[in-house]
């Protein structure tokens, strides 16, 4: 249940299953690294439209949340992304950025089928959801 991959820019993946279902748990589940994908996929969006914008948060995290549906396939049907920006940031910029990432450009998330929903906080304020 353990497969190992490379990637075109030469690094290994592992994903394995879970232990109830056959794996040895020596690598990630298929699922998560989709979750992870999306949310690399806009983080690297966000932070680099931000820096063209000539703004460099202090710090910048995500938390990533998926709902699968409860019959096979069992796809991702929502997935929500909440990101937690510091620094001396301007509300309506970080704003367009993650518009930006989230309706244009993020391949990933506009590989799949499900919706995408995000939100934001900026030193540790939250605010409104980004539509």
Do not use: W
């Not at 439209?49 to 699968?68: D, H, N």
């Amino acid at each position: 249940m353990a497969f190992s991959g490379q990637t075109p820019s030469g690094h290994e993946l592992k994903i394995d299953a879970d232990e109830k279902f056959g794996g040895e748990n020596t690598g990630a589940r298929p699922t998560e690294l989709l979750l992870n994908a999306v949310a690399g996929c806009t983080g690297i969006d966000i932070l680099s439209i931000l820096q063209k914008m000539r703004l460099e948060p202090a710090s910048f995290s995500m938390e990533v949340i998926g709902k699968r549906a409860e019959e096979h396939p069992k796809r991702f049907t929502d997935i929500n992304i909440h990101y937690a920006l510091e620094g001396d940031l301007p509300e309506d910029k970080v704003v367009r950025a993650i518009q930006l990432s989230k309706d244009k450009y993020c391949s990933v998330s506009h590989s799949l089928n499900a919706n995408l929903t995000v939100s934001y906080s900026i030193n540790k304020v939250k605010g409104e959801q980004v539509l």
